[in-house]
């Protein structure tokens, strides 16, 4: 599933192309893919037609076209395999092309291409926050890029949730955009193994994991995301390289890049974690 460099390529690529531009015609192929939007498709193609799109905006893994002075605005949620794409209005439909959405001005048209059907679109509401944001994602924290992520208030909370550390970097309502594969990364730069308990993390160490999760995702932003397959791409249909970079995550046996131990996969709530166990060694067992 993309994560937060994946979706931030994309929103950056659909700021270029759709700010200031107003909608001409929205057409749904595939119901499932405005299954969130309640009033159906019908309605979902009708609230967008003559709407002008303000630019792109994020929060976590969620993405968002802020419409008509923003009131309300076209949020997208890719999924495992859904794709943003600027296409040619004349060029063939994809295969699992699911929305298409036609601007006024005749240009490149947004089309939501998603072969596994997991991602959805839907207008809606914004609620008007200190950030604005949609209405459906106001329980979603800040992500550690957003100016308003709030160091003190996330190692407070951090601290009290008495649960491994993994799971709480992947906890959206603590801090949002993180997935597993920067989860690993991230613990793996900062010497902590995924077990960990929060409640034993110096404050520190939370400051030093903070690091190394914005690190790691700069990092990625500048190479374009993670691509393992054709499924992620940006709105261009390029993939990004940083899964050359990786040191921890899909790399099972082969050496770590720090002290060059064959890196581990173990079962991590019904996926895989990948860690050094020299430089992040499991904790020990409570008494």
Known sequence: ???????????????????????????VLHPRAVRRHVPGAEEFAGRLAGQSVDGAERRGKYL???????????????????????TDPASPPE????????????????????????????????????????????HIAP??????????DFTRRLR????????????????SGVGNIYADEALWRAGLHWARPTERLTRPK??????????????????GGTSFDSLYVNVDGESGYFARSLAVYGRRDEPCRRCGAPVIREPFMNRSSYSC???????RRRA
């Open 64 to 86: 968002w076209l802020p419409l008509s002075g923003g009131r309300e605005a076209l949020m997208a949620h890719l999924g495992m395999s859904g794709q943003l794409l600027m």
């Open 206 to 223: 939370i400051a030093e994991l903070l690091h190394a999760t914005r690190e790691v995702m700069i990092e990625a932003l500048d190479q």
């Open 277 to 283: 166990p020299r430089c992040q060694p499991r904790p």
């Open 160 to 175: 009290a949730r008495h649960t491994e550390v993994k799971r709480a970097l992947l906890d959206q309502s603590l801090i």
């Open 1 to 27: 599933m993309p994560e937060l460099p994946e979706v931030e390529v994309v929103r950056r690529g659909l700021s270029r192309w759709v700010a200031g531009r107003t909608i001409s015609s929205a057409e």
């Open 143 to 152: 992500d550690p890029l957003e100016e308003s992520f709030d160091d003190e």
């Open 95 to 138: 295969k699992h092309l699911r929305v298409r959405v036609g601007f006024a001005d005749d240009g490149p048209e947004l089309r939501f291409v998603d072969q596994r059907t997991f991602g959805h679109l839907l207008v809606t509401d914004m609620a008007h926050l200190a950030r604005p944001v949609p209405s459906p994602i106001v």
